[in-house]
């Protein structure tokens, strides 16, 4: 059998200098652990979301890893902190040669004396403990992100702020819905259930994912609590809630930037759906799952999976245009700009001729605006940045004012489409707006675009808007740090 190659395919990989420097040390080890768990680059790099080519130059010496990709390296590939620690002592100054002492000294951690993974093995993980990743400012100014535990996070936020979402409504109780029923006088606790998902939602657009996720997976054990003694259409039911909750958790991931938590809750809620029944329910995750490949930059994969969901929904149905919206950014991002047109143009002409009295519920959000909002992303990925700023600037002028974290995103993109039309001022103004609502919601997407807004900022580093942006991004760091 060949081995496998940094495109993913059978052949013989170049050469690695291990003694070279402590660099290539570090990359012979990171491809060594990657080998023995049978992982292809392009495998293991859609798993740790980092692009394969990066990874490449990396585990060859050609350029120096960052603490996240050794730390994604490490946890992927269970290497038990083992290059986390290689790293350490890299950054420290350790020469080659105590590098190499100390490695082989430490024999438990060593690739070696690990059992080797199935290479078939899923990439869809549960959530890790260091999942979370938050911006910091780098001594030379850059903004990167780095790994926070969950545990820290929510422990930062305090249980109270957690719960702050749901404690304000009504149905708050209904956290633990059979309690609740208990001592609610004719309370139907899926009624409970349904009605505390509606005020979750709600306040994830004003507050963002970090207060909502902890109520979220209280509602989902319950839910399975409560499967245990229901029958026939409760039992369904509960199942559809089920699938519901564990989409709504995936969404609050990815939004966070934890993509490989939204993967396995996408992946629960994907299983859900089957279980239920629900075939317009299971086209909704699928073109859900097309979404997050899209903002994971997995071109193939929100391609295919959108038409895989085109071709589950009914004709004329909504279902049929959100899959064909999704399924457009992805051909945006193999940079093909004729196939993206026609298919925004195909999503359109769907959502125009769609049923007016759909019998499905999901995708209730799809409109024209929305998908000309979709088209602006894909615009800015592929370099025409004036249309992309003109397109976020329409969307934002029609969107609901509940949508607080979404208009954050939308004027996050337009600020970096405003900065790649060279209109810096305006970008500035833009994007200060933006920042404003990233550190009231936590959203990782806004915090993302406002990072790329400060790096294509430099090169009007002595402009005094700009000094003010990125003092004002260096104070938010802090905070959120």
């Known amino acids: 059998m060949g081995l496998i190659g940094e495109d993913g395919v059978g052949q013989r990989p170049n050469d690695l200098t291990p003694h070279a420097s402590p660099q290539h040390y570090l990359g012979a080890e990171m491809r060594a652990w990657r080998n023995q768990r049978g992982l292809s680059l392009g495998k293991l790099g859609r798993t740790i979301v980092f692009n394969s080519s990066y990874m490449a130059r990396v585990e060859r010496g050609d350029q120096a890893a960052s603490a996240d990709l050794v730390r994604a390296y490490d946890e992927a590939l269970g290497a038990g902190g083992s290059l986390i620690r290689l790293h350490k002592r890299m950054a420290e100054g350790a020469s080659l040669e105590a590098l190499a002492a100390a490695h082989v000294s430490n024999q438990g951690a060593h690739v070696a004396n690990r059992p080797a993974a199935m290479a078939g093995e899923s990439g869809v993980r549960a959530p890790s403990e260091e999942g979370l990743s938050v911006p910091v400012r780098t001594d030379d100014g850059r903004i990167i992100f780095v790994s926070l535990s969950r545990r820290s996070l929510l422990g930062a936020l305090g249980a109270g702020a957690a719960l702050t979402a749901a404690a304000e409504s009504p149905v708050a109780a209904s956290v633990s819905p059979r309690r609740a029923a208990a001592h609610t006088s004719g309370a139907n606790p899926i009624e409970l259930l349904q009605a505390t998902r509606r005020v979750l939602i709600d306040n994830d657009n004003r507050f963002g994912p970090a207060r909502v996720i902890p109520v979220v997976q209280q509602q989902i054990a319950a839910i399975k609590e409560l499967r245990a003694d229901r029958r026939g259409s409760d039992r369904r039911q509960l199942l559809q809630l089920q699938t519901q909750y564990a989409e709504l958790c995936g969404w609050l991931y990815q939004d966070l930037g934890d993509f490989r938590a939204a993967q396995h809750w996408m992946h629960e809620a994907l299983e859900a759906s089957h279980m239920c029944g629900d075939s317009d329910l299971t086209t909704y995750i699928l073109a859900r799952r097309s979404q997050l490949a899209g903002d994971m930059r997995d071109a193939i994969e929100a391609v295919d999976v959108a038409e895989a969901a085109e071709d589950l929904a009914a004709p004329r149905s909504r279902l049929a245009a959100v899959a064909a919206t999704y399924g457009a950014h992805g051909h945006a991002l193999r940079k093909d700009a004729a196939t993206t047109q026609r298919a925004y ?112 900022f430099d090169q009007w580093r002595t402009v005094p808007s700009v000094i003010e942006f990125k003092d004002a991004m260096t104070e938010a760091v802090l905070r959120q740090a």
């Open 345 to 456: 143009e195909h999503a359109l002409e769907l959502h125009a001729n769609m049923d007016p009295d759909p019998g499905s519920p999901w995708g209730v959000w799809l409109d024209s605006a929305y998908i000309e909002v979709q088209r602006a992303h894909s615009l800015a990925v592929l370099g025409d940045h004036q249309g992309a700023a003109e397109g976020f600037h329409q969307a934002i002028s029609r969107l609901p004012a509940g949508y607080h974290r979404d208009r954050g995103v939308y004027l996050a993109r337009q600020a970096v489409a405003l900065a790649g039309a060279r209109e810096v001022e305006q970008a500035v103004v833009v994007g200060l707006q933006a920042l404003s609502i990233g550190e009231e919601t936590g959203s990782a997407r806004i915090s993302r675009e406002l990072a790329r807004l400060d790096e294509s």
